[in-house]
């Protein structure tokens, strides 16, 4: 099932669209040429995404995410890597010191932007209205809860918290690939 009711943009613009897609009505994409989306992806109402992104299968973006940084940033989220309500990755990024930070000024005009990539691995969740900067790798399995802020790269399946993140404690990385597996066997069933 693909949801072509959106409102904001074009879906058929996508560099890609897998199978089995739902796209709230209200997301906007502000460069649809730029994005890929792979099966079984929910992305819901009020996201609003205006970078590069590649999304693998089996992901859910909660409603009202950012995925920002502008055109020549980067964002890509693995299988089963899950965005919670009202998380920002900002993949591009002004230091706020020097230069001027609207979009609409030419990029020689800008100050100290720092223009990235962001990665969340397989398996990775990030927490409610939490903001992860440029340059940052969620690992395999990687997780930060709830408000926190994601200023350096997360190790593997390790739970963080906090301003900045900090590691709190050991994801159970054998249960959850365990559940994958049995997912998989049970839709090879069917």
């Known amino acids: 099932m693909i949801n072509n009711n959106n409102i904001f943009f074009n879906i058929s613009k996508l560099k890609k669209l897998g199978k089995n897609v739902i796209i709230g009505k209200t997301v906007r994409v502000r460069y649809p040429k730029l994005v890929e989306i792979g099966n079984?992806?929910?992305?819901?109402?009020?996201?609003?995404?205006?970078?590069?992104?590649?999304?693998?299968?089996?992901?859910?973006?909660?409603?009202?995410?950012?995925?920002?940084?502008?055109?020549?940033?980067?964002?890509?989220?693995?299988?089963y890597s899950t965005l919670a309500p009202n998380v920002v990755l900002s993949a591009g990024s002004d230091d706020y010191i020097g230069g001027i930070a609207t979009p609409m000024i030419p990029f020689e005009y800008k100050g100290n932007v720092q223009i990235g990539k962001i990665v969340i691995n397989r398996h990775c969740i990030?927490?409610?209205?939490?903001?992860?900067?440029?340059?940052?790798?969620?690992?395999e399995g990687?997780?930060?809860?709830?408000?926190?802020?994601?200023?350096?790269?997360?190790?593997?399946?390790?739970?963080?918290?906090?301003?900045?993140?900090?590691?709190?404690?050991?994801?159970?990385?054998?249960?959850?690939?365990?559940?994958?597996?049995?997912?998989?066997?049970?839709?090879?069933?069917?």
């Open 40 to 79: 079984n992806v929910i992305i819901d109402d009020f996201t609003y995404i205006s970078t590069s992104l590649k999304i693998h299968n089996n992901v859910h973006i909660s409603s009202g995410c950012k995925i920002i940084g502008g055109k020549k940033s980067f964002v890509e989220m693995k299988e």
């Open 126 to 139: 990030v927490g409610a209205s939490s903001v992860v900067l440029p340059n940052v790798t969620f690992y």
């Open 142 to 190: 990687s997780s930060v809860g709830a408000l926190s802020l994601v200023n350096k790269d997360l190790e593997e399946w390790k739970l963080y918290v906090g301003i900045p993140a900090k590691f709190l404690k050991d994801r159970n990385k054998n249960q959850i690939l365990n559940l994958e597996k049995r997912y998989r066997e049970a839709i090879n069933e069917k």
